[in-house]
């Protein structure tokens, strides 16, 4: 069975330009994530849905940011417009029912914005 | 303050030692704890939940101290496919699936 799938792998972009993350969470998996990770400040979470609705984005940084989820097996991060200090690695991660659980995490898509 | 925090290290141990890593948080209403494992340039993944009353699984050892705030993982006659990243978990609001991470402390297993 496959795990989360997030495209790009790899992402190089300069200063300005819009950047699309995508991820297809665990077939069934009611909670979808979006998190970030730097050096310096390890992993954030920066929105979760549940059942597609946004249920908390008070960790997306700043309006540059959205995410979607028009679907129980689709999601999108754009970053529009981009900055260097937006590179990092985002990951997504899916789960089931609410509550204290494994996140099932993809292999993430690593963002360098010149 | 940050919600969990960890010494990141790095840990380099001799294969076949124990090595105990510490997390202490914030919150005194959390409620679920958990290690995750991340290995280089891999995401990360469960490796185990951490129970009140303290739970084992094979050679690694969790343990929750509500009254200190901190949760202990210990590892036991390490591995060189130890080596990696271990994440510190905390579960803030239940129900909510929100969980914080710690920026990890890294372990090196030497030959």
Known sequence: DAGVIQSPRHEVTEMGQEVTLRCKPISGHDYLFWYRQTMMRGLELLIYFNNNVPIDDSGMPEDRFSAKMPNASFSTLKIQPSEPRDSAVYFCASSLAGGPGEQFFGPGTRLTVL | ?111
């Open chain 2, 1 to 111: 303050r940050k919600e969990v925090e960890q010494d990141p290290g790095p840990f380099n141990v001799p294969e076949g030692a124990t090595v105990a890593f510490n997390c202490t948080y914030s919150n005194s209403a959390s409620q679920s704890f958990f290690w995750y494992r991340q290995d280089c340039r891999k995401e990360p993944k469960l490796l185990m939940s951490v129970y009140s009353s303290g739970n084992e699984d094979g050679r690694f050892t969790a343990q929750l101290n509500r009254a200190s705030q901190y949760i202990s993982l210990l590892i036991r006659d390490s591995k060189l496919s130890d080596s990696a990243t271990y994440l510190c978990v905390v579960d803030v609001q239940t129900g909510a699936n929100n969980l914080f991470f710690g920026t990890g402390t890294r372990l090196t297993v030497i030959p």
